[in-house]
């Protein structure tokens, strides 16, 4: 019987052991997707407990409290940080083969350096233990930043962000790499007529200009993309249901926003064709920039209304979606590849039941000379744990070329996600190391293997990304 979470974790093999500790456990860390709050790097932000910490905003753990029974209060609600620690602990032994047991433990080990297992025996003792080291300069923002041997970070920004943040931490000489992502989600939410409006009214003030048209919307968001760019901003990043591909006319785009500006609900299709235009907008200002555009896409969100009128959307109420989005996704890329402004890609479905269609999407949009132009990206929320991340590998590895995976990234809002590069890394080797010793890749081409390995933990990003 194998110890848990010992210092060959995940690995089964000695072949896996070995790319693993002598190959991707050192490298350095490009978290080229993340939440982080970048206010909390630029001050250095020092956290008052284990608490704020480990189950602020973090609705993983939250669904799983609420799953357990555990009440709202102890949860969002204004119960103590102990309080709120102590039902994270009672719930933690029933989350045996979740992923948030594996993470649970991983972040104290690696944090902390924490061995015991997290449950009521031992939550008193953990929690005091954990806030009486946050009290030190090392586990501040930026220490657990530097701690886990992260180079870059990319945060996710709305376009009407001032990245004073990313300024300030760029001009305090703090070594690691804080880049903004461009994310103009809003900007393409007509659905609510009176939400809109106040965000053209903000996206104008941001720009300088006033919106009374599209041409005025699009040249808006141009300026604010400029500025992204000149404080490095290399990245897009759109959070959709799915892809949007209608025929529409210029006229018509008009027409809808004059129509949603006026304070109107556009009709299903009406909005369908307003997010078609601008989504290629928004592609081909990132293609003309040198850009990387990432869709996520396929969360279906808020379903619970009550909870949702209540706490705000990301809170823990959100689910994979069903859409067939493999026709609109094609029509998508293929137009902007027609105009020769199809930037390079990453394309993350949520629904793991897409990962061979996306595969297979990926080749028909490749071109020289970068290598994997159009990526698979890693699995997200629901499936950034082992299962998932050996499924999105496996479809990319029999359908197209494993080897030029930009690999992982935290998707994250906390400090603590880094070892989810850790767990990322061990399951990547697994899955080689598991080939290797069956005699499914030749232990001849082992020079190979372990740049592979290499190559999918750090140095494909580096070199896509060009941070």
Same mark, same amino acid.
């Given at each position: 019987?194998?110890?848990?979470? #010992?210092?060959?974790?995940?690995? $089964?093999?000695?072949?896996?052991?070995?790319?693993?500790?002598?190959?991707?456990?050192?490298?350095?860390?490009?978290?080229?997707?993340? /939440?982080?709050?970048?206010?909390?790097?630029?001050?250095?932000?020092?956290?008052?407990?284990?608490?704020? @910490?480990?189950? &602020?905003?973090?609705?993983?753990?939250?669904?799983?409290?609420?799953? =357990?029974?555990?009440?709202? /209060?102890?949860?969002?609600?204004?119960?103590? +940080?102990?309080?709120?620690?102590?039902?994270?602990?009672?719930?933690?032994?029933?989350?045996?083969?979740?992923?948030? !047991?594996?993470?649970?433990?991983?972040?104290?080990?690696?944090?902390?350096? %924490?061995?015991?297992?997290?449950?009521?025996?031992?939550?008193?003792?953990?929690?005091?233990?954990?806030?009486?080291?946050?009290?030190?300069?090392?586990?501040?923002?930026?220490?657990?930043?530097?701690? !886990?041997?992260?180079?870059?970070?990319?945060?996710?920004? #709305?376009?009407?962000?001032?990245?004073?943040? /990313?300024?300030?931490?760029?001009?305090?000489?703090?070594?690691?790499?804080?880049?903004?992502?461009?994310?103009?989600?809003?900007?393409?939410?007509?659905? =609510?007529?009176?939400?809109?409006?106040?965000?053209?009214?903000?996206? &104008?003030?941001?720009?300088?200009?006033?919106?009374?048209? !599209?041409?005025?919307?699009?040249?808006?968001?141009?300026?604010?993309?400029?500025?992204?760019?000149?404080?490095?901003?290399?990245?897009?990043?759109?959070? %959709?249901?799915?892809?949007?591909?209608?025929?529409? @006319? +210029?006229?018509?785009?008009?027409?809808?926003?004059?129509?949603?500006?006026?304070?109107?609900?556009?009709?299903?299709?009406?909005?369908?064709?307003?997010?078609?235009?601008?989504?290629?907008?928004?592609?081909?200002?990132?293609?003309?920039?040198?850009?990387?555009?990432?869709?996520?896409?396929?969360?279906?969100?808020?379903?619970?209304?009550?909870?949702?009128?209540?706490? &705000?959307?990301?809170? &823990?109420?959100?689910?994979?979606?069903?859409?067939?989005?493999?026709?609109?996704?094609?029509?998508?890329?293929?137009?902007?590849?027609?105009?020769?402004?199809?930037?390079?890609?990453?394309?993350?479905?949520?629904?793991?039941?897409?990962?061979?269609?996306?595969?297979?999407?990926?080749?028909?949009?490749?071109?020289?000379?970068?290598?994997?132009?159009?990526?698979?990206?890693?699995?997200?929320?629901?499936?950034?744990?082992?299962?998932?991340?050996?499924?999105?590998?496996?479809?990319?590895?029999?359908?197209?070329?494993?080897?030029?995976?930009?690999?992982?990234?935290?998707?994250?809002?906390?400090?603590?996600?880094?070892?989810?590069? $850790?767990?990322?890394?061990?399951?990547?080797?697994?899955?080689?190391?598991?080939?290797?010793?069956?005699?499914? %890749?030749?232990?001849?081409?082992?020079?190979? %293997?372990?740049?592979?390995?290499?190559?999918?933990?750090?140095? =494909?990003?580096? =070199?896509?990304?060009?941070?």
């Amino acid at each position: 019987m194998k110890t848990f979470m #010992d210092k060959d974790f995940l690995l $089964e093999t000695e072949t896996a052991q070995m790319l693993y500790h002598e190959h991707a456990e050192k490298l350095p860390i490009i978290d080229y997707h993340c /939440h982080l709050i970048p206010e909390m790097v630029a001050k250095d932000h020092k956290f008052r407990s284990i608490t704020e @910490l480990w189950l &602020g905003g973090d609705h993983y753990k939250w669904r799983a409290m609420r799953t =357990n029974g555990v009440d709202e /209060h102890f949860i969002t609600g204004d119960a103590t +940080d102990w309080e709120k620690f102590q039902k994270w602990a009672e719930t933690v032994p029933y989350t045996l083969r979740n992923p948030l !047991y594996h993470w649970t433990h991983l972040e104290l080990r690696t944090a902390f350096g %924490i061995q015991k297992l997290l449950n009521p025996d031992t939550a008193r003792e953990i929690f005091d233990e954990c806030n009486e080291k946050l009290q030190q300069p090392e586990f501040s923002a930026r220490g657990l930043m530097r701690h !886990y041997h992260v180079e870059s970070v990319c945060t996710t920004d #709305d376009p009407i962000d001032t990245l004073e943040h /990313h300024i300030a931490t760029r001009q305090s000489g703090f070594e690691i790499k804080m880049l903004p992502t461009w994310r103009p989600d809003k900007a393409m939410a007509v659905e =609510n007529p009176e939400t809109y409006r106040q965000y053209i009214e903000q996206l &104008g003030e941001a720009a300088g200009q006033n919106i009374h048209s !599209y041409r005025d919307l699009i040249d808006a968001l141009q300026k604010r993309h400029d500025y992204f760019q000149a404080q490095g901003c290399r990245l897009s990043d759109h959070g %959709i249901c799915e892809f949007y591909a209608e025929d529409f @006319l +210029d006229s018509e785009i008009d027409s809808i926003f004059n129509k949603v500006l006026a304070g109107r609900t556009p009709t299903n299709l009406e909005e369908r064709k307003f997010k078609s235009a601008l989504m290629l907008d928004f592609a081909r200002m990132d293609a003309r920039s040198g850009w990387t555009q990432q869709f996520h896409y396929g969360a279906l969100r808020n379903n619970n209304t009550r909870m949702m009128l209540q706490l &705000g959307p990301d809170t &823990g109420f959100d689910s994979i979606g069903e859409w067939n989005t493999a026709i609109s996704m094609s029509k998508f890329l293929d137009r902007l590849d027609m105009e020769n402004l199809l930037a390079k890609t990453i394309l993350y479905p949520l629904n793991p039941s897409a990962n061979e269609m996306i595969a297979t999407m990926l080749g028909n949009f490749q071109q020289g000379p970068t290598p994997g132009k159009i990526q698979f990206g890693s699995g997200w929320w629901f499936n950034d744990q082992k299962d998932g991340m050996e499924r999105q590998m496996n479809a990319l590895s029999v359908l197209g070329l494993l080897s030029r995976f930009v690999g992982m990234l935290t998707d994250s809002r906390s400090f603590l996600s880094y070892p989810r590069h $850790e767990y990322f890394r061990r399951t990547l080797c697994n899955l080689i190391g598991r080939d290797v010793e069956n005699g499914e %890749i030749p232990v001849e081409e082992m020079p190979r %293997i372990k740049q592979m390995v290499e190559d999918i933990s750090y140095y =494909n990003a580096k =070199n896509y990304f060009n941070f």
